[in-house]
T-cell receptor, first 110, second 116 residues
Framework: SQQGEEDPQALSIQEGENATMNCSYK?????LQWYRQNSGRGLVHLIL?????REKHSGRLRVTLDTSKKSSSLLITASRAADTASYFC??????????FGTGTRLTVIP | DTEVTQTPKHLVMGMTNKKSLKCEQH?????MYWYKQKAKKPPELMFV???????INESVPSRFSPECPNSSLLNLHLHALQPEDSALYLC???????????????FGPGTRLTVL
């Protein structure tokens, strides 16, 4: 399966703390994408990291990719209550298909 | 305009009804997608349209029938659904219909479907 698996399934932190979520996958990929979903709404693209990249930053987000271990991590620094959402990784072969991971439900407590 | 719109927001239908979900984007994207998402689960890909042609059907039952009338519109026709089909149906679009490796998807807010 191309689907990612995320860990932890749920994470609860205090505002201002950092949040780290991990994604593992099984097949070769062209890129890996991270998306956020607020409760019951559409997904929002956060960041894309290509298979030849090891680390990427976007604002308070830092993504790493280790293709030898078939794993990725998403770090959110200085978390805010508005970061409360579900986060999905999506390994992609680049062929118009995204297979979303199981997701991490992040709760940031004010 | 970087928005994907979906109508209706909510839909309740009986198992004998015929209804349609609609999706629209005006970003000039050439690929459009339907996903199904059950509660506390990730979205599951159903269909992909590339340059207005169906390119991927993830073994979806025939009671779901997609249609792409033009490059901006995507419909999902529903007929004889089952209660287990109740879910959030998400539409998405991406720029390159050819599946570029750097292609990201833009999602609509979804239609919450309940089948009685």
């Amino acid at each position: 399966s191309q689907q990612g698996e995320e860990d932890p399934q749920a994470l609860s932190i205090q505002e201002g703390e950092n949040a780290t979520m991990n994604c593992s996958y099984k097949t070769s990929i062209n890129n890996l994408q991270w998306y956020r979903q607020n409760s019951g709404r559409g997904l929002v693209h956060l960041i894309l990291i290509r298979s030849n990249e090891r680390e990427k930053h976007s604002g308070r987000l830092r993504v790493t990719l280790d293709t030898s271990k078939k794993s990725s991590s998403l770090l959110i620094t200085a978390s805010r209550a508005a970061d409360t959402a579900s986060y999905f990784c999506a390994p992609s072969t680049g062929a118009n298909n995204l297979f979303f991971g199981t997701g991490t439900r992040l709760t940031v407590i004010p | 305009d970087t928005e994907v719109t979906q109508t209706p927001k909510h839909l309740v239908m009986g198992m004998t009804n015929k209804k349609s979900l609609k999706c629209e984007q005006h970003m000039g994207h050439r690929a459009m997608y339907w996903y199904k998402q059950k509660a506390k689960k990730p979205p599951e890909l159903m269909f992909v349209y590339s340059y207005e042609k169906l390119s991927i059907n993830e073994s979806v039952p025939s009671r779901f029938s997609p249609e792409c009338p033009n490059s901006s519109l995507l419909n999902l026709h529903l007929h004889a659904l089952q209660p287990e089909d109740s879910a959030l149906y998400l539409c998405a679009s991406s720029q390159d219909g050819g599946g570029a490796s750097t292609d990201t998807q833009y999602f609509g807010p979804g239609t919450r479907l309940t089948v009685l």
